[in-house]
């Protein structure tokens, strides 16, 4: 069992940052594949980034490729979405996940724990 808490959410201008941060609790950190995926009102769930267990790999929406950085701190039970140059169209409930799974990160929506959410809004 994995508990997640997102932090670091806010209300930024357009071309601005944030980071967030999602703290797991248990021993078992390093276990688990962490991924960042959002919603925007009216619209579906979409994956945004993932990160495998050892970080050596990472995976990005083309959209947020170039801006967005997604890293692993295993020593503090933390994984990070660094974003930068934000859009409007970032704005959106950030959610983080975690899966045992190691394979097929990439698109990956099926996630097996999930934090409650930081809201995001970009403004322009």
């Known amino acids: 069992q994995v508990q997640l808490v997102e932090s670091g959410g806010g209300l930024v201008q357009a071309g601005g940052s944030l980071r967030l941060s999602c703290a797991a609790s248990?021993?078992?950190?390093?276990?688990?594949?962490m991924g960042w995926l959002r919603q925007a009102p009216g619209k579906e769930r979409e994956f945004v980034a993932a990160i495998t267990r050892s970080g050596a790999r990472t995976y990005y929406l083309n959209s947020v490729k170039d801006r967005f950085t997604i890293s692993r701190d295993n020593a503090l039970n933390t994984v990070y979405l660094q974003m930068n140059t934000l859009k409007p169209e970032d704005t959106a409930v950030y959610f983080c996940?975690?899966?045992?799974?190691?394979?097929?990160?990439?698109?990956?929506?099926?996630?097996?724990?999930w934090g409650q959410g930081t809201q995001v809004t970009v403004s322009s």
């Open positions: 248990g021993r078992t950190f390093s276990s688990y594949s």
């Open positions: 996940a975690a899966d045992s799974e190691q394979y097929g990160l990439g698109r990956r929506l099926n996630w097996d724990y």
